[in-house]
């Protein structure tokens, strides 16, 4: 069974710009998280997708935002790129949501914004 | 608002010894998962084993055993005969029963020596 695929694995934005980035759960998952991770925040929940639907939201600006297909698969938007939304973005991937669903990380996008 | 504490940056163990990492957590909540994830230079997040809050027992798998203490909310991970390929950062994570976000600590960075 293929594992998350997450694409591109990096990116170079300049400021200003926006940049869309992609999450290919696992086969018959239907949860789709998405975390950022820098070296001064550490690993910060961004927001959950169910079932196409937002089901829960971490404190990041409105540049932020996602959205989950049909076949599960998410994507995530960064508008207005800031030199600090330079960092790895993860992908993690369940079958369902609580009941200690085991999530399934990606190898992550790298972002860097100049 | 759950918390997730690590409080030892960076641990050293040579090879073949035991190390113990920390973990501290603060929550109301009575029903919640707790993980330990690895995250090596590949960046994939990997899941090393995984507690749940209404069990006494304490999980283990292999090599890895957790010393859960729940009034007390901590969560250590015991690594027995270290090996190089355990050599990675470690993050401790929370996580509700009801949901899929994942709280995670500041992470402890593990070396082993040859």
């Known amino acids: 069974k293929a594992g998350v695929t997450q694409t591109p694995r990096y990116l170079i934005k300049t400021r200003g710009q926006q940049v869309t980035l992609s999450c290919s759960p696992i086969?018959?998952?239907?949860?789709v998280s998405w975390y950022q991770q820098t070296p001064g925040q550490g690993l910060q929940f961004l927001f959950e997708?169910?079932?196409?639907?937002?089901?829960n939201k971490g404190n990041f600006p409105g540049r932020f935002s996602g959205r989950q297909f049909s076949n599960s698969r998410s994507e995530m938007n960064v508008s207005t790129l800031e030199l600090g939304d330079s960092a790895l973005y993860l992908c993690?991937?369940?079958?369902?949501?609580?009941?200690?669903?085991?999530?399934?990380f990606g190898n992550g996008t790298r972002l860097t914004v100049t | 608002a759950q918390t997730v504490t690590q409080s030892q940056p960076e641990m050293s163990v040579q090879e073949a010894e035991t190390v113990t990492l920390s973990c501290t957590y603060d929550?109301?909540?009575?029903?919640?998962?707790l993980f330990w994830y690895k995250q090596p230079p590949s960046r994939q997040m990997i899941l090393v084993i995984r507690?749940?809050?209404?069990?006494?027992q304490n999980a283990t798998e292999n090599r890895f055993s957790v010393n859960f203490q729940k009034a007390a909310k901590s969560f250590s991970l015991k690594i027995s005969d270290s090996q190089l390929g355990d050599a990675a950062m470690y993050f401790c994570?929370?996580?509700?029963?009801?949901?899929?976000?994942?709280?995670f600590g500041a992470g402890t960075i593990l070396r082993v020596k040859s």
């Open positions: 993690a991937s369940s079958l369902t949501r609580g009941q200690g669903s085991p999530l399934h």
């Open positions: 086969s018959g998952h239907r949860s």
């Open positions: 997708y169910f079932s196409e639907t937002q089901r």
């Open positions: 929550t109301s909540e009575s029903d919640y998962y």
């Open positions: 507690q749940e809050a209404y069990k006494q």
């Open positions: 994570a929370y996580r509700s029963a009801y949901g899929n976000k994942l709280v």
